[in-house]
C-alpha cells in the first residue's frame, strides 16, 4: 500500500530521518510513580468526557430546586416569607456546595461522575479531601465564563431587563484552561490540586474462542515449554480480538511479523499460516494446553501448508488458503521438528518467554 | 510507516476520548494547524462575505417595508434580516468546511507520523488531488450549487427569493445526509491517493464504500455528534469573541457593532470551530482505519517481533 499516510518511498526516508527524534505520544494518560517506585498509568477524563458527568449533575440538580420550589409554594401560604429564605438558602447550599458534599463523601464521585465511571483525586493519584472538594467546587463557576447575554445573539423577547444581562455560560474559559494542560485539570482543579481521572475502564478483551482443528493442530506443535511473557500475551490477545474486522489477506500481513522470529524461537516449520500460528499461540496463552482436545479432534484433521501468492493488501481479499482434510491423507511430521513423535517439541535456543 | 514513531499514541478510542485527544493535538502543533487551514478558510470567509454581505444590507431588506421610501424611513439593525444572513452564512460554512480543511488535513498527516512538512509542500503535494476533490465536494456535494443558488439572491425579488431559499435548504439537506454517511472521503482523497478507475487501483468510491461500511451505523453517529458539537462549540465562541470585543473595543448595541459582529465575528468564530472539527475529523478517520486495519494489533506485534529479533541475533543476551 501507497499513499500519504503510509509513504512508499522518499517520504519514508524523510520520515525515518526524524525517526530519532524522542516522541512523547499524546494518548490522554499519564503516569504516577509512587515512593516505592512503582508506577501507576491512569487515564485522565478530558472535558468531553466530563460533561456528561456535568449534565447528569446539573439536571439532578434541577430536579432538587424545582422540587424545593414547590415545597415553598406550599409554604409561603401557612409560613409566610421564611418559605421563601428557605428557598433562596436551599438554591444557595445546593449550587455551591452539591459538589463539595458528594465529592467527600463519595470518594471524589458526584451522581454524574459515578454514573460516567470518573473520578477526582489528587494530582498524585491519592483520594481527595474535604478542603480539596470545596475549593475545586467552588471555583467552578470560573470555567463557566464568560457569561454572555440573549441578546448578543439577538434574542430579544421584551424590554426585560433580564435578556440584557449575561447569564449564558460559554465554557471557553474552562475549556480553554483544560486544554493547555497534560491531566486537563480546570482552574479549581489547578488550585486545589485534583484532576479527573476515568474509573472504570470496560476490558476490551473477553476470552476468545480460536479452537478449530487447525489451531489446534498448530498448538500441539507448540513446545511444551512455550510461556507467553505479559507484552505476547497482550500482543496476542489484540491480534485475536481485532481480526475479525480484518480481511483474511490483512490478518496475514500483521501475524507475519511475528512468524519467522517466533517460528525460529520454537522450533516450528517455517510456512506454517501466520493467522493460524498466532491463534493457536492465544489458544496455548489463554485457554489450554492444546494437546488432551487435540486427541480428541487429531483423527479428524490435519493441516494442509499451503502459501499463496503474495496479494494486495485491502478489504475483500480472497481467504487464505488452508483447509482441514480428513485424515486420510495425513501430512507426516517432519524428523527433528517438535511435531515429530520421536522428539518431544522444545524450542531450539532453550525457550522463549519462559 | 512506524506505528511506534507516531505523535500519537495508537489505540482504538472512544468519540469522548478523541473529542479530548483533538485538544491535546491542537495545544501540541497550534501554530501549524492553525497556519495550514488559514490559508484556505482566509480565501473562503471572504467569498462568503461577497455572497452573503449584501444580506445586511437595507436595500435587500427594504422590500418588507413597501412602498416607503428607504432614504425617508429611518432604520435601526431590527430592520435587518439577521436570521436569514446567520443561517446562510451556517448552511455555507458547513457546506465549504471540507475544502477549508483540506491543508490542514494533510499537515495533521504528516505532523502525526513526525515528519515536519512546509505550506509549500503541502500545496505542492495536494496538487494531484486537484480533480477529485472538484468532482467529491464541488459536483457531488454541492459546494458549486450552493454557490450558484446565493448569487441568485442577488438579483432577484422576494417572490424568487423563497423559490431559492427553498432549494437552497433541500440541496443542504442532502448534503448533510451524504457527508453524514461518508465523512471521510477528504481523508481518503487526501491520503490514501484513490484511482481515477479500477485499473489505477481502488477507486475512491471503493475505498470510501469499504471504511465507511466496516463500522456500520458508528459512522453516520460520529459524524452528527461532530456536526452538533461543532455548532455548540462555534456558538460558545461567538459568545465569547462578541464578549471580549465588545467589552474593550465598542459599545454594544449600535448599528455598526451589531453588523460587524454578524459579517466577522460569526464567521471567524464558526471557522475556529471547524479548524478545531477538522482535527476532531482527522482524528475519527485515524480511529476507524486503527479498527478495520488493526494498527494497534500490528503495533504490539511488531513490537514483539522486534523484541524476539534482537534476542535472536549473536552475541545478544537478555
Redesign the interface.
Known amino acids: 500500500m501507497s499513499?500519504?499516510?503510509?509513504?512508499a518511498n522518499g517520504?519514508n526516508q524523510?520520515?525515518?530521518a526524524?525517526?530519532e527524534?524522542v516522541?512523547d505520544?499524546?494518548?490522554?494518560?499519564i503516569s504516577i510513580v509512587t515512593p516505592e517506585n512503582i508506577t501507576f498509568r491512569y487515564s485522565v477524563?478530558?472535558?468531553?468526557?466530563r460533561v456528561?458527568a456535568f449534565a447528569i449533575d446539573f439536571l439532578i440538580r434541577l430536579g432538587i430546586i424545582i422540587m424545593l420550589l414547590v415545597l415553598t409554594l406550599a409554604l409561603v401560604s401557612s409560613i409566610g416569607e421564611i418559605g421563601v429564605g428557605f428557598f433562596l438558602l436551599s438554591n444557595f447550599i445546593l449550587n455551591w456546595f452539591y459538589g463539595a458534599v458528594f465529592e467527600t463523601y463519595m470518594n471524589g464521585q458526584t451522581p454524574g461522575k459515578r454514573l460516567m465511571g470518573i473520578r477526582a483525586v489528587t494530582v498524585d493519584g491519592k483520594p481527595i479531601n474535604a478542603m480539596q472538594a470545596v475549593m475545586r467546587n467552588l471555583i467552578r463557576t470560573a470555567d463557566t465564563y464568560?457569561?454572555?447575554s440573549p441578546?448578543?445573539?439577538?434574542i430579544e423577547f421584551t424590554d426585560n431587563p433580564v435578556y440584557q444581562s449575561?447569564f449564558?455560560p460559554?465554557?471557553?474559559m474552562g475549556?480553554v484552561v483544560?486544554?493547555?494542560n497534560?491531566r486537563?485539570q480546570r482552574i479549581g482543579d489547578l488550585v486545589a490540586g485534583t484532576m479527573v481521572i476515568v474509573d472504570q475502564r470496560k476490558s476490551?478483551f473477553g476470552l476468545i474462542d480460536v479452537r478449530s482443528p487447525a489451531v489446534l493442530q498448530i498448538a500441539a506443535m507448540v513446545p511444551a515449554t512455550f510461556r507467553a511473557d505479559q507484552?505476547?500475551s497482550?500482543?496476542l490477545a489484540?491480534?485475536v480480538?481485532?481480526?475479525p474486522?480484518?480481511s483474511d489477506a490483512?490478518?496475514r500481513e500483521?501475524?507475519t511479523?511475528?512468524t519467522?522470529?517466533?517460528s525460529?524461537?520454537l522450533g516450528l516449520p517455517p510456512h506454517l499460516n501466520p493467522d493460524l500460528l498466532?491463534q493457536a499461540l492465544y489458544y496455548r496463552a489463554f485457554v489450554s494446553d492444546a494437546q488432551e482436545e487435540l486427541a480428541q479432534l487429531a483423527p479428524t484433521a490435519v493441516l494442509q501448508y499451503h502459501i499463496p501468492a503474495q496479494q494486495p493488501v485491502?478489504?475483500?481479499q480472497p481467504p487464505v488458503q488452508l483447509h482441514a482434510y480428513p485424515s486420510a491423507h495425513p501430512q507426516p511430521a517432519r524428523p527433528g521438528h517438535p511435531g515429530h513423535p520421536g522428539r518431544p517439541g522444545r524450542p531450539p535456543?532453550g525457550g522463549?518467554m519462559q | 510507516m512506524q506505528f511506534d514513531k507516531t505523535h500519537i499514541q495508537i489505540r482504538n478510542r472512544t468519540e469522548s476520548e478523541l473529542l479530548d485527544i483533538s485538544l491535546h493535538v491542537f495545544r501540541r502543533f497550534p501554530v501549524q494547524i492553525v497556519t495550514s487551514f488559514l490559508v484556505l478558510a482566509i480565501p473562503l470567509l471572504l467569498i462568503n462575505d461577497l455572497l452573503l454581505s449584501h444580506v445586511l444590507t437595507i436595500e435587500f431588506n427594504a422590500t418588507q417595508y413597501g412602498s416607503q421610501s428607504i432614504v425617508e424611513t429611518e432604520f435601526t439593525t431590527s430592520d435587518l434580516n439577521f436570521t436569514m444572513y446567520i443561517y446562510l452564512q451556517i448552511v455555507l460554512i458547513i457546506t465549504l468546511a471540507p475544502i477549508a480543511s483540506i491543508l490542514s488535513t494533510m499537515m495533521l498527516s504528516k505532523l502525526i507520523f513526525n515528519e515536519k512538512p512546509t505550506i509549500k509542500g503541502l500545496i505542492r503535494s495536494t496538487r494531484s488531488c486537484f480533480w477529485n476533490i472538484v468532482l467529491a465536494f464541488g459536483f457531488r456535494r454541492g459546494v458549486f450549487i450552493m454557490i450558484g443558488l446565493l448569487l441568485l439572491l442577488f438579483d432577484y425579488g422576494q417572490d424568487t427569493r423563497q423559490i431559492v431559499l427553498t432549494f437552497y435548504t433541500l440541496t443542504f439537506i442532502f448534503i448533510l445526509l451524504v457527508r453524514g454517511n461518508r465523512p471521510y472521503t477528504l481523508e481518503i482523497i487526501l491520503l490514501e491517493r484513490p484511482g481515477r478507475d479500477s485499473g489505477q487501483g481502488m477507486t475512491l468510491g471503493q475505498r470510501s464504500k469499504m471504511l465507511h461500511t466496516a463500522t456500520g451505523g458508528n459512522v453516520l453517529g460520529r459524524s452528527m455528534f461532530g456536526l452538533l458539537v461543532g455548532i455548540l462549540f462555534s456558538l460558545c465562541l461567538y459568545g465569547a469573541i462578541t464578549f471580549f470585543s465588545m467589552s474593550l473595543f465598542t459599545e454594544s448595541g449600535t448599528i455598526e457593532s451589531s453588523v460587524f459582529a454578524a459579517r466577522w465575528i460569526f464567521p471567524i468564530s464558526c471557522w475556529l470551530a471547524v479548524c478545531y472539527t477538522s482535527v476532531v475529523r482527522f482524528m475519527n478517520y485515524i480511529d476507524t482505519r486503527i479498527l478495520t486495519e488493526g494498527w494497534e494489533a500490528e503495533l504490539k506485534i511488531r513490537s514483539e517481533a522486534y523484541k524476539l529479533q534482537q534476542r535472536q541475533q549473536p552475541g545478544t543476551s537478555w
Open positions: 499513499n500519504d499516510l503510509f509513504p517520504s524523510q520520515a525515518m526524524n525517526s527524534d516522541i505520544p499524546i494518548d490522554g494518560t477524563a478530558g472535558p468531553f468526557q456528561t464568560p457569561l454572555v441578546a448578543m445573539f439577538g449575561a449564558i460559554t465554557f471557553i475549556l483544560m486544554s493547555m497534560k486537563y476490551t507484552e505476547m497482550q500482543a489484540h491480534f480480538d481485532q481480526r474486522r480484518l490483512r490478518r500483521i501475524a511479523h511475528l519467522k522470529p517466533l525460529k524461537e498466532l485491502g478489504f475483500g535456543h522463549l
